[in-house]
Protein backbone atom coordinates (compact mmCIF):
# COMPACT_ATOMS: atom_id res chain seq x y z
CA UNK A 1 0.00 0.00 0.00
CA UNK A 2 1.61 3.24 -0.89
CA UNK A 3 1.95 5.67 1.79
CA UNK A 4 1.76 10.07 0.80
CA UNK A 5 3.98 12.51 3.25
CA UNK A 6 2.37 16.16 2.73
CA UNK A 7 4.21 19.22 4.84
CA UNK A 8 1.43 22.10 5.14
CA UNK A 9 2.61 25.97 5.14
CA UNK A 10 1.17 26.31 8.95
CA UNK A 11 3.79 22.82 9.45
CA UNK A 12 1.11 20.41 10.11
CA UNK A 13 2.17 16.79 8.26
CA UNK A 14 0.00 14.69 6.79
CA UNK A 15 0.48 10.78 5.85
CA UNK A 16 -1.66 8.93 4.19
CA UNK A 17 -2.45 5.41 3.27
CA UNK A 18 -4.09 4.10 0.90
CA UNK A 19 -4.48 2.96 -3.12
CA UNK A 20 -2.11 4.59 -5.67
CA UNK A 21 -6.19 5.83 -7.03
CA UNK A 22 -6.75 7.44 -3.42
CA UNK A 23 -3.23 8.66 -3.51
CA UNK A 24 -2.99 10.38 -6.31
CA UNK A 25 -6.53 12.21 -5.98
CA UNK A 26 -5.23 13.22 -2.47
CA UNK A 27 -2.04 14.62 -3.86
CA UNK A 28 -3.78 15.88 -6.69
CA UNK A 29 -6.22 18.16 -4.53
CA UNK A 30 -3.49 19.32 -2.29
CA UNK A 31 -1.85 20.66 -5.70
CA UNK A 32 -4.45 22.49 -7.18
CA UNK A 33 -5.56 24.12 -3.31
CA UNK A 34 -1.96 25.37 -2.86
CA UNK A 35 -2.08 26.76 -6.52
CA UNK A 36 -5.44 28.66 -5.55
CA UNK A 37 -3.92 29.80 -2.67
CA UNK A 38 -0.54 31.16 -4.51
CA UNK A 39 -2.34 32.84 -7.10
CA UNK A 40 -4.67 34.73 -4.42
CA UNK A 41 -1.69 36.00 -2.49
CA UNK A 42 -0.34 36.83 -5.74
CA UNK A 43 -3.24 39.20 -6.77
CA UNK A 44 -3.93 40.56 -3.26
CA UNK A 45 0.28 41.78 -3.72
CA UNK A 46 -0.59 42.82 -7.11
CA UNK A 47 -3.63 44.89 -5.91
CA UNK A 48 -2.26 48.30 -4.55
CA UNK A 49 -3.63 49.19 -1.33
CA UNK A 50 -6.36 52.37 -1.02
CA UNK A 51 -4.95 55.55 0.49
CA UNK A 52 -5.36 58.93 -0.70
CA UNK A 53 -2.31 60.98 -2.21
CA UNK A 54 -0.78 63.45 -0.43
CA UNK A 55 1.06 65.30 -2.80
CA UNK A 56 -0.40 68.51 -3.68
CA UNK A 57 -1.42 68.30 -7.89
CA UNK A 58 0.38 70.91 -10.14
CA UNK A 59 0.74 71.59 -13.74
CA UNK A 60 3.31 69.63 -13.59
CA UNK A 61 2.13 65.89 -12.65
CA UNK A 62 -0.72 64.65 -10.95
CA UNK A 63 -3.93 62.45 -12.12
CA UNK A 64 -6.76 64.50 -11.19
CA UNK A 65 -6.95 67.92 -12.65
CA UNK A 66 -4.14 70.36 -12.35
CA UNK A 67 -4.38 73.71 -10.06
CA UNK A 68 -1.91 76.27 -11.32
CA UNK A 69 0.65 77.61 -8.40
CA UNK A 70 0.11 81.50 -8.23
CA UNK A 71 2.81 83.52 -8.92
CA UNK A 72 2.94 85.16 -5.36
CA UNK A 73 5.97 87.82 -6.61
CA UNK A 74 3.63 89.15 -9.34
CA UNK A 75 0.54 89.74 -7.74
CA UNK A 76 2.52 91.73 -5.50
CA UNK A 77 4.20 93.64 -8.00
CA UNK A 78 0.55 94.53 -9.89
CA UNK A 79 -0.23 95.84 -6.44
CA UNK A 80 2.31 98.01 -5.71
CA UNK A 81 2.92 99.44 -9.71
CA UNK A 82 -1.76 98.92 -10.85
CA UNK A 83 -3.34 102.16 -11.73
CA UNK A 84 -5.28 102.23 -7.81
CA UNK A 85 -1.70 101.92 -5.91
CA UNK A 86 -2.29 104.84 -4.05
CA UNK A 87 -5.95 104.25 -3.33
CA UNK A 88 -5.06 100.74 -2.13
CA UNK A 89 -2.34 101.96 -0.02
CA UNK A 90 -4.43 104.31 1.68
CA UNK A 91 -7.33 102.80 2.18
CA UNK A 92 -6.39 99.09 2.56
CA UNK A 93 -3.15 98.50 3.61
CA UNK A 94 -2.58 101.75 5.77
CA UNK A 95 -6.17 100.86 7.42
CA UNK A 96 -7.23 98.52 10.60
CA UNK A 97 -9.29 96.21 8.23
CA UNK A 98 -8.14 92.75 8.15
CA UNK A 99 -11.28 91.44 5.45
CA UNK A 100 -9.81 94.47 2.96
CA UNK A 101 -6.66 93.03 3.14
CA UNK A 102 -7.49 89.42 2.67
CA UNK A 103 -9.89 90.31 -0.37
CA UNK A 104 -7.26 92.51 -2.12
CA UNK A 105 -5.25 89.38 -3.92
CA UNK A 106 -8.75 88.48 -4.91
CA UNK A 107 -9.21 91.48 -6.30
CA UNK A 108 -6.19 92.12 -8.16
CA UNK A 109 -6.27 88.14 -9.37
CA UNK A 110 -9.73 89.42 -10.95
CA UNK A 111 -8.81 92.54 -12.55
CA UNK A 112 -5.47 92.18 -13.92
CA UNK A 113 -5.12 88.53 -13.80
CA UNK A 114 -8.60 87.82 -15.63
CA UNK A 115 -8.91 85.08 -12.95
CA UNK A 116 -5.98 83.11 -13.86
CA UNK A 117 -5.59 81.41 -10.04
CA UNK A 118 -8.05 80.59 -6.88
CA UNK A 119 -6.27 81.12 -3.57
CA UNK A 120 -6.65 79.67 -0.61
CA UNK A 121 -6.12 81.25 2.67
CA UNK A 122 -2.27 80.09 2.69
CA UNK A 123 -1.60 82.00 -0.46
CA UNK A 124 -3.74 85.24 0.94
CA UNK A 125 -1.47 84.94 4.36
CA UNK A 126 1.60 84.61 2.05
CA UNK A 127 1.06 86.99 0.04
CA UNK A 128 -0.39 89.60 2.96
CA UNK A 129 3.68 88.88 4.10
CA UNK A 130 5.09 89.88 1.28
CA UNK A 131 2.89 93.41 1.34
CA UNK A 132 3.97 93.92 4.83
CA UNK A 133 0.58 93.68 6.14
CA UNK A 134 1.02 90.35 7.43
CA UNK A 135 -3.06 88.15 8.10
CA UNK A 136 -1.89 84.97 9.34
CA UNK A 137 -3.09 81.88 7.33
CA UNK A 138 -5.84 81.28 10.80
CA UNK A 139 -7.19 84.85 10.73
CA UNK A 140 -7.50 84.72 6.39
CA UNK A 141 -9.32 81.48 6.68
CA UNK A 142 -11.88 83.18 9.62
CA UNK A 143 -12.39 86.04 7.87
CA UNK A 144 -12.49 84.18 4.37
CA UNK A 145 -15.30 81.57 5.93
CA UNK A 146 -17.14 83.94 7.87
CA UNK A 147 -17.88 87.98 7.13
CA UNK A 148 -15.80 87.62 3.97
CA UNK A 149 -18.18 84.34 2.52
CA UNK A 150 -20.87 86.80 0.79
CA UNK A 151 -17.81 88.26 -1.44
CA UNK A 152 -16.12 84.82 -2.47
CA UNK A 153 -16.53 81.75 -4.67
CA UNK A 154 -15.09 78.56 -3.09
CA UNK A 155 -14.34 75.99 -5.17
CA UNK A 156 -15.33 72.87 -2.51
CA UNK A 157 -17.39 73.37 1.15
CA UNK A 158 -14.52 73.38 3.66
CA UNK A 159 -13.67 70.41 5.52
CA UNK A 160 -10.68 69.89 8.09
CA UNK A 161 -6.89 69.61 6.39
CA UNK A 162 -8.25 70.45 3.04
CA UNK A 163 -7.59 73.46 1.20
CA UNK A 164 -10.48 75.72 -0.08
CA UNK A 165 -9.31 78.03 -3.03
CA UNK A 166 -11.64 80.92 -3.16
CA UNK A 167 -12.00 83.79 -5.90
CA UNK A 168 -14.38 86.88 -5.50
CA UNK A 169 -17.58 86.49 -6.86
CA UNK A 170 -19.87 89.85 -8.61
CA UNK A 171 -20.63 91.12 -5.06
CA UNK A 172 -16.94 91.11 -4.15
CA UNK A 173 -15.99 92.75 -7.17
CA UNK A 174 -18.59 95.30 -6.69
CA UNK A 175 -17.39 95.86 -2.82
CA UNK A 176 -13.88 96.18 -3.91
CA UNK A 177 -14.08 98.86 -6.69
CA UNK A 178 -16.87 100.77 -4.45
CA UNK A 179 -14.10 100.90 -1.72
CA UNK A 180 -11.55 102.23 -3.49
CA UNK A 181 -13.15 104.46 -5.53
CA UNK A 182 -14.60 105.64 -2.54
CA UNK A 183 -13.34 109.79 -1.57
CA UNK A 184 -11.96 110.50 -5.32
Given at each position: ????S?N??DG ?8 V????RIVKA?A ?15 KP ?25 A??N???D????DA????I ?5 I ?6 P?Y ?13 S??I??I ?5 V ?5 H??T ?5 G ?12 G ?7 N ?11 AA??
Amino acid sequence: MPTASINLPDGTKISVDGSVGEVERIVKAYAEANAQSRDAKRQKAAKPAKRRAKTKKTDSGGDGPSVAEPDYAAIVNMVHDCDETDAISEKILDSHGILNRVLLPLYIIHKYFDDEWELTSGDISKITNDLKVKVSTPHASTRLSGEGKKYLAADSVGRKGVPVRYKLNRKGIQYMENLLAAGD
